[in-house]
């Protein structure tokens, strides 16, 4: 084989692996779509954020909106406090109820934001006041379980 | 009698012993080598055609196994999927599940196995032949250094190629899911790009198997060239070492994976 065949087909081998690399980054991982650094910080503080992870996203009536960046614990309040980052496009009033959600019986945990009537938006770094935290199931089926005893077994020692 | 069980016991304990310091100081020439592949680099780089041509032998001639092995897994992997998946109603799913275990896992894993078996093995059966046939003496006879000539381009072809044949296996992978998922399962096609997508970030699950092809390619480069070079100069000689090449660096791309998947999956999880 010479010269300029090898360069030809080696040619064509970066190129097709470098296409393939740009298919995995652009059709597979949506690497221009949601970009990191790009937007503003909101804050959040939840009493419980169930099964919230880093890079779940953030929805605003079924669109992503941004992404949840750093989670820790507020070591005075005990509550969980949750940044997020949210594109540039979208603002968010100052009364926007945020609560964590799960998509589905199985899926995936996520930030819904409900946008209010105020016309103050909110700013970078600001913090969303008002949260719902996640429903944890074994805190339902015990709350369910209780209530149903105290319907048959209070009720029945009132009588 | 007594005197027989000794001398039976200090030969196997001999034998123990010559066995690890023989692998422990194989170990040794093998990282002394590594170095003086670094060193001679510059000069196989000044001369980029040779490293062209090993880009060639190792890369291009591993594409059409890298790129219907890719396909195939992909759809094999999407039709398994599917059968699990569907039975929590999560059928949807299946482009994370086929895009995530290839470009996590499978992608990097199977291409440097593919590789090290199909390039890794030609390399050391080259290198070996080359010395039992002492072209590599008449080459230092000449002055010329073997290590810059023949080692560090095979060296660097390899762990140029790796990388690449990686990205198309996922790639080629994630198009055979689509084509059994979405064409013949029959899966709704903007649900599996678009759950894909959103589940799928560049940054870090990309990126994670592109730097386990990048290890994997050093990896299999490193021990395909040093068994070549350390070949006993014979037939057997020769035969031993492709073997050992294939053998060792299956071990090691394994070994190396689960170390590392420890490791970004830790980075992951804060």
Do not use: C
Request: without cysteine; positive net charge; glycine residues 12%.
């Amino acid at each position: 084989m010479n010269r300029s065949a090898i360069d030809l087909w080696v040619g064509i081998f970066v190129a097709i692996g470098l296409g393939a690399v740009l298919f995995l980054a652009l059709k597979v991982g949506n690497l221009l779509t949601l970009d990191r650094t790009a937007g503003y910080r909101l804050e959040a503080s939840f009493d419980n954020i169930g099964g919230l992870k880093l890079r779940a996203p953030v929805k605003a009536a079924g669109v992503v909106v941004g992404r949840v960046e750093y989670v820790r614990l507020n070591p005075k309040t005990y509550e969980a406090l949750v940044t997020m980052r949210i594109e540039n496009q979208y603002e968010f009033t100052r009364d926007t109820i945020a609560s964590i959600n799960t998509s589905g019986l199985l899926g995936e945990v996520y930030i819904g934001l409900d946008a209010g009537g105020d016309t103050v938006m909110l700013k970078d770094g600001q913090r969303i006041a008002k949260t719902q935290s996640a429903m944890v199931m074994e805190k339902l089926i015990s709350q369910f379980l209780f209530d149903k005893a105290a319907e048959s077994g209070g009720g029945g020692g009132k009588k | 009698m007594s005197s027989d069980v000794l001398n039976g016991t200090a030969r196997i304990l001999r034998r123990l012993g010559g066995a690890v310091t023989g692998g422990i100081s194989r170990l040794g020439f093998a990282a002394r080598f590594l170095v003086a592949i670094v060193w001679h680099s510059p000069q196989a780089f000044r001369r980029f055609r040779l490293t062209m041509r090993e880009i060639y032998f190792s890369g291009v001639l591993s594409l059409v196994i890298i790129l219907l092995s890719g396909l195939f897994v992909g759809m094999v992997l999407s039709l398994q999927g599917y059968e699990t998946l569907k039975r929590y109603g999560a059928d949807e799913q299946l482009g994370i599940l086929v895009a995530l275990s290839l470009v996590r896992e499978l992608g990097p894993v199977m291409a440097g196995l593919l590789f090290a078996s199909r390039a890794g093995s030609a390399i050391t059966a080259e290198i070996g032949l080359m010395k039992t046939t002492e072209q590599l003496s008449a080459m230092e006879m000449m002055a010329v250094d073997p290590l810059a000539r023949v080692i560090a381009p095979r060296f660097w072809g390899g762990v140029i190629s790796m990388p690449l044949l990686a990205a198309l296996f996922s790639a080629f992978g994630i198009f055979g899911g689509y084509l059994v998922g979405v064409r013949l399962i029959g899966i709704d096609n903007g649900a599996f790009w678009g759950q894909m997508q959103a589940a799928v970030d560049f940054w870090p699950d990309i990126t994670d198997g592109i730097i386990k092809s990048l290890v994997f390619g050093v990896a299999v480069s490193l021990i395909a060239v040093f068994e070549g070079y350390d070949a006993k100069p014979t037939a057997e000689g020769v035969s031993a070492a492709t073997t050992r090449t294939v053998v060792i660096s299956s071990l090691a791309i394994l070994a190396l994976d689960f170390v590392m998947t420890v490791f970004m999956f830790r980075a992951g999880n804060v």
